[in-house]
């Protein structure tokens, strides 16, 4: 994609271009102009911090109205925190469980967010119960397993919008509804949701939804968004208590001492920016084509090169990412999957995402404004052959690790060389 001025859009984002990175999904990316506001917001924090830190909470307030505007919510439900992770926490700690209270997840939940259930659930003797939804599962079949998996101590279901490891949409609203008919409230880990979707709580009741601005909306990183409905907003207090504590939600989480608060006023910055440069419906659109362009492009070329299937059978899969299926064997814990993702950097010089899901392994692509086509189809010629050639060692030696699999390719490599 390019600027208005005909400039290619990476260009504009402060990425290495070095490198080729195709995971935007985890980390997002802050455009140079952004990260130069940023920075010149922390040298008048620096400069003069008292006067920053005076109107720092009314300063904050109109970035979060920016924000919620964005989202599409009113601004008297949102509250900025750091990130999905931090809002989620934020409502784990709001929760009065009942003795014995269990929290449902679902396998495809993110497992910083699987563990804040269960340390909260474990003040009272409680269970996380992990319900298992296949992920080809139509819509309707996705409410109807999580809704009746509830019992009688189901305190709260934890559900993704966007699911981290599978890179598929969940239908929140229908969820959300036919939890409420059961009585069972709603947490929405919505952390890639922000952006990507055009309106991410369109019809959705859900009780409590959190997302990352700085992943698809390429805010600083520190700048995500807690939804409230007006039943609970104000049970839900920041982590850390300060001199907001007094005030309603959710102007008490805009007041929360010598906190670096640039990343959240940054953030309308960004979002700004790209509405200016490119239009957030065009740059979705373009998101959307260019990942499923490379979706086929590396299916087949992983197909050609390793004699098995690479394409996923997910059901309503995100508008900007897409799951391939790796060769049978080659990542089977969450552990190969790192060592992978960095022979891929170090060896290879792309930046990805691989994930490992039910002992199945996943290369998750992302595609934003800065990537073209040429991206994927330098993966394809330069990456893809050496994933083939890993999966070919790993299938005539399953004993070896994929650590050990990888010294020996290096070796095998460098003596060809």
């Known amino acids: 994609m390019v600027d208005g001025t005909g400039r290619p859009a990476m260009a504009l984002w402060t990425l290495d271009p070095s490198t080729i990175h195709l995971n935007h999904g985890s980390f997002g990316a802050v455009p140079v102009e952004t990260a130069a506001y940023q920075a010149e917001l922390g040298r008048e924090m620096n400069g003069i911090p008292g006067d920053w830190f005076s109107a720092l909470p009314g300063r904050l307030g109109a970035a979060r109205e920016r924000a919620a505007e964005f989202l599409r919510v009113a601004p008297e439900s949102a509250a900025f925190v750091i990130n999905a992770s931090a809002g989620i926490s934020v409502v784990l700690q709001s929760l009065e469980l009942r003795p014995g209270a269990e929290i449902l997840v679902t396998d495809h939940s993110y497992g910083a967010v699987t563990m804040a259930a269960q340390r909260a659930v474990r003040r009272v003797g409680g269970v996380v119960r992990e319900v298992p939804v296949p992920l080809d599962a139509a819509d309707d079949e996705v409410v109807d397993i999580l809704t009746s998996a509830f019992t009688d101590g189901t305190a709260l279901l934890i559900v993704d919008q966007i699911t981290s490891a599978t890179a598929r949409v969940f239908p929140i609203a229908a969820i959300a509804a036919r939890s409420h008919e059961r009585g069972v409230p709603v947490l929405v880990d919505a952390a890639h949701a922000p952006a990507m979707l055009p309106e991410p709580l369109a019809g959705s009741t859900a009780d409590y939804w959190v997302g990352n601005l700085h992943k698809w909306g390429c805010t600083p990183r520190g700048a995500a968004v807690l939804v409230a409905s007006d039943a609970v907003a104000q049970s839900l207090y920041p982590s850390i208590d300060s001199w907001g ?152 030696e399953p004993d070896l690790t994929l650590d050990e699999t990888i010294a020996q390719h290096r070796t095998a490599r460098t003596a060809t060389a």
């Open 245 to 396: 504590h007094p005030h309603p939600y959710p102007t008490r989480f805009d007041t929360q001492g010598t906190v670096d608060a640039t990343a959240q006023l940054a953030a309308p910055h960004a979002l700004d920016l790209i509405e200016r440069e490119f239009g957030w419906d065009a740059a979705r659109s373009y998101m959307t084509r260019l990942v499923e362009y490379a979706e086929t492009l590396i299916v087949d070329a992983l197909e050609q090169a390793w004699d098995g299937p690479a394409r996923v059978a997910a059901a309503s899969p995100a508008p900007a990412m897409r799951l391939v299926g790796l060769p049978d064997g080659l990542v089977r814990t969450p552990t190969d999957a790192h060592e992978l993702r960095d022979v891929l950097a170090l060896d290879l010089g792309f930046q990805t995402a691989i994930t490992s899901w039910n002992g199945t392994g996943y290369l998750r692509l992302s595609a934003h404004v800065y990537n073209t086509a040429d991206d994927y189809r330098a993966f394809a010629d330069t990456a893809v052959p050496v994933i083939a050639e890993l999966a070919h060692i790993r299938s005539t």
